[in-house]
């Protein structure tokens, strides 16, 4: 059983970064394949990006390539997405997910649990 809480989000202007954390709880968490995805009002979940369980591999959605980088710190149990340039269409509720799955993984019904998520607000 893994729960996942996620922190970070706030209120940011286009071009500025934000650094979201994801908490997890859980003794096997450093075996588990971690994804960020988004949904912004009237859309459906989106993917957004994951990291492997050793976080040698990770995989971003088109969008977001060059700008988020997603790494993790088993150590600490915590994944984090680091969003640079931020762009008013990156504004959404963002959540954490993670799964027993040892590759990328990128459709959310490949993860098991998943956090609260947290707001992300880009003002132009």
């Known amino acids: 059983q893994v729960q996942l809480v996620e922190s970070g989000g706030g209120l940011v202007q286009a071009g500025g970064s934000l650094r979201l954390s994801c908490a997890a709880s859980g003794r096997a968490f450093g075996t588990y394949t971690m994804g960020w995805f988004r949904q912004a009002p009237g859309k459906e979940r989106e993917f957004v990006g994951t990291?492997?369980?050793?976080?040698?591999?990770?995989y971003y959605a088109d969008p977001v390539k060059g700008r988020f980088t997603i790494s993790r710190d088993n150590a600490k149990n915590t994944v984090y997405l680091q969003m640079n340039n931020l762009k008013p269409e990156d504004t959404a509720v963002y959540y954490c997910?993670?799964?027993?799955?040892?590759?990328?993984?990128?459709?959310?019904?490949?993860?098991?649990?998943w956090g609260q998520g947290t707001q992300v607000t880009v003002s132009t």
């Open positions: 990291i492997t369980w050793r976080g040698g591999s990770t």
């Open positions: 997910a993670a799964t027993p799955r040892s590759s990328i993984v990128t459709y959310s019904s490949n993860y098991d649990y």
